[in-house]
């Protein structure tokens, strides 16, 4: 899945820390990178064919350099205008199944290294959108990526993730769920700890191996601060969300759990579409 990403690039200095998260992507089955820059509408009035130049020239040193590290297949794309919606529209045209930004730990996910923001960002894409955490300090060696989290109130907004989250099963030793009442949206009969269990058993038999995968269900708390603790006592790498249609909703969603989790887990955090035809990209 995901075997075809399109990367959000800038040249921070924060730009090691991004590099050494796009190394880990053959773990999540990735087997072509597209780099993209954007310039932004801001710097048009300088000579565009000047500044395009530039920039694939740095593209291509980084492509070159990544190919040899990973073995990924790595090509590149420089655009001209709003930042997020040329993310978007290059994902489209180059066929990649999602996104990937740099999300900084300090500006919670509000800040996107390219001058645009991870928010618009959720809310205009089509397809999953993987934040890696970069705070600008010396990047580290990283594991491989393969202690998936999925976070899911059984709703239909967690479909998507919960789908994704099912196909990274058979690649890794196991996974979590975790799943923080009181369950108001999950759509069964019973009462709400009822259904939620019924929902994950049926995520259990989609799975196929009853190990699968463990499972925490609390009756109450903060779901943020619950993913994150749990994430962190299990050594998860990435956490899986789900995330609201294309309106006033996926603010409030960003706002809360999915901008909490992703301020203060210091881990990928994949945020899934509920409707997605690249969820099992």
């Given at each position: 899945m995901?075997?075809?990403?399109?990367a959000?690039?800038d040249?921070?200095?924060?730009?090691?820390?991004?590099?050494?998260?796009?190394?880990r992507?053959?773990?999540?089955?990735?087997?072509?990178v597209t780099?993209?820059?954007?310039i932004a509408e801001?710097?048009t009035r300088?000579?565009?064919?000047?500044h395009?130049?530039?920039?694939?020239?740095?593209?291509?040193?980084?492509a070159?350099q990544?190919?040899q590290?990973?073995?990924?297949?790595?090509?590149?794309?420089?655009?001209v205008?709003?930042?997020a919606?040329?993310?978007v529209a290059?994902?489209?045209?180059q066929?990649a199944?999602?996104?990937?930004?740099?999300?900084?730990?300090?500006?919670?996910?509000r800040?996107?290294l390219l001058?645009?923001?991870?928010l618009?960002?959720?809310?205009?894409a089509?397809?999953?959108?993987l934040?890696?955490?970069?705070?600008?300090?010396?990047?580290?060696?990283?594991?491989?990526?393969?202690?998936p989290?999925?976070?899911t109130?059984?709703s239909?907004?967690a479909?998507?993730?919960?789908?994704?989250?099912?196909?990274?099963?058979?690649?890794?030793?196991g996974g979590?769920v975790v799943?923080?009442?009181p369950?108001l949206?999950c759509p069964?009969p019973?009462?709400?700890r009822?259904?939620?269990e019924?929902?994950?058993?049926?995520?259990r038999?989609?799975?196929?191996?009853?190990?699968?995968f463990?499972?925490?269900?609390?009756?109450e708390g903060?779901?943020?601060a619950e993913?994150?603790?749990?994430?962190?006592?299990r050594g998860?790498?990435?956490i899986?969300?789900?995330r609201?249609?294309?309106n006033r909703m996926?603010?409030?969603l960003?706002?809360?759990?999915?901008?909490?989790?992703?301020?203060?887990s210091?881990?990928l955090v994949?945020?899934?579409p509920a409707?997605?035809?690249?969820?099992g990209?």
């Open positions: 995901l075997k075809h990403i399109l959000a690039i040249f921070s200095p924060a730009w090691p820390q991004l590099a050494a998260q796009l190394a992507l053959p773990a999540l089955g990735c087997q072509r780099l993209a820059y954007v801001a710097y300088a000579p565009e064919v000047r395009r130049a530039y920039y694939e020239e740095k593209l291509a040193g980084i070159t990544l190919k590290d990973t073995g990924l297949e790595v090509d590149w794309t420089v655009r205008g709003p930042v919606r040329e993310l290059a994902a489209a045209e066929g199944g999602a996104l990937l930004a740099g999300s900084q730990g300090h500006g919670v996910i800040e996107l001058g645009s923001t991870v618009d960002l959720a809310r205009l089509d397809r999953p959108l934040l890696a955490p970069i705070n600008g300090e010396e990047a580290k060696p990283l594991d491989d990526i393969c202690r989290l999925l976070a109130d059984g239909e907004a479909a998507g993730a919960e789908a994704v989250f099912l196909r990274f099963l058979p690649q890794c030793a979590m799943s923080v009442g369950w949206e069964g019973g009462d709400s009822a259904c939620i019924g929902h994950i058993q049926r995520l038999e989609r799975a196929g191996p009853p190990d699968a463990a499972v925490e269900l609390l009756e903060r779901p943020s993913i994150v603790r749990t994430a962190e006592a998860a790498d990435l899986i969300l789900g609201r249609g294309h996926t603010e409030l960003l706002g809360s759990t999915a901008e909490a989790v992703c301020r203060a210091h881990r994949l945020l899934v409707q997605s035809a690249h969820s990209a």
